[in-house]
């Protein structure tokens, strides 16, 4: 048996998790990324890795499949931070909307958290909703993949983040106002 068969078979007997950023094939390992530093940093040291610029995508030699396994959620955490909603199997992905994704009630517990995080946090909004949560980022990554659960039910979660909304939205009407107070004075004193 070939070393590309005894991987095959290692895949096939405890293959990855499901991931709408990750696709294994017969031939390698697609993530269906954009291009960020970070993200080829962490791939340098598969041998052969190759960004595919015309399918926005990187292809994986099967030998990197561990390397793979092991940064699975922070893979997951940089494609959707490149990418605004996931692919589908087989389609491209397509660039981040500019504006937030309206609240729909058929939307899942994860979506409705990933959208909030999103339009509090922009692009790196894992990192900074796991701090401004106290919550720990690799536990949220899983559980926004889909490959893990969380130490409290996803409501309470849902819970801390409308809180969290709240108290940033308090925050920036109370900014508004000092920057508006600022503003009237200043053209009271004729500047």
């Not at 962490?42 to 995508?57: D, Y």
């Not at 926004?144 to 659960?149: E, I, M, V």
Request: glycine share 6%.
């Amino acid at each position: 048996m070939t070393e590309t068969d005894s991987i095959r078979a290692a895949l096939a007997a405890h293959p990855f998790p499901p991931n709408p950023w990750v696709q294994v094939t017969d031939e390698g390992i697609i993530i269906k990324a954009g291009y960020t530093d970070t993200l080829h940093r962490m791939l340098r040291w598969v041998p052969k890795v190759r960004w595919i610029p015309e399918r926005r995508h990187w292809h994986v030699p099967l030998a990197g499949a561990e390397l793979i396994r092991s940064v699975l959620p922070e893979i997951s955490r940089l494609a959707e931070a490149t990418y605004e909603e996931p692919p589908a199997a087989a389609d491209p992905p397509q660039p981040p909307a500019t504006t937030p994704v309206p609240v729909d009630a058929a939307l899942s517990e994860r979506d409705l958290f990933r959208n909030s995080a999103r339009f509090l946090f922009g692009t790196d909004w894992q990192r900074d909703t796991a701090r401004a949560l106290g919550r720990d980022e690799a536990a949220l990554a899983c559980w926004l993949a889909g490959d893990g659960t969380l130490e409290d039910d996803p409501g309470i979660l849902l819970d801390e983040m409308l809180g969290l909304m709240h108290r940033r939205a308090a925050a920036i009407v109370a900014a508004a106002g000092r920057l508006s107070q600022a503003i009237e004075e200043r053209k009271a004193d004729g500047r």
